[in-house]
Nanobody, 129 residues
């Protein structure tokens, strides 16, 4: 059974940094595109960043461009989300998701929540003084 486990969420001050990790359990992530999504209280889930199976293609939401970096280490079966210059509006539960990636590319249409079948349980990130 495909399982994803997120970790790294924490309370951090504005301007601070966090690195989230997404681990695959029971399968290897090599053949899957991975996305990071977030959902703040009372808001819809939104795509943050996505990466192709090889890691060669990425997509970022405008709200996080230049601050967040998605990367993967297929040898360790991990995908990371490095978050810098955090803002209070980044506060949310962060989820990673996986699905197949036949094209090997990444784009806005491949980074939408409805095209991901496998989801983790989420890790909370709070940005506050």
């Amino acid at each position: 059974q495909l399982q994803l486990v997120e970790s790294g969420g924490d309370l951090v001050q504005p301007g601070g940094s966090l690195r989230l990790s997404c681990a695959g359990s029971g399968f290897t992530l090599d053949y899957y595109r991975i996305g990071w999504f977030r959902q703040a209280p009372g808001k819809e889930r939104e795509g943050v960043a996505c990466i192709s199976s090889s890691g060669g293609s990425r997509y970022y939401a405008d709200s996080v461009k230049g601050r967040f970096t998605i990367s993967r280490d297929n040898a360790k079966n991990l995908v990371y989300l490095q978050m810098n210059s955090l803002k209070p509006e980044d506060t949310a539960v962060y989820y990673c998701a996986a699905d197949t990636n036949p094209s090997g590319q990444m784009s806005f249409s491949l980074c939408m929540s409805r095209v991901f079948r496998y989801w983790g349980q989420g890790t909370p990130v709070t940005v506050s003084l």
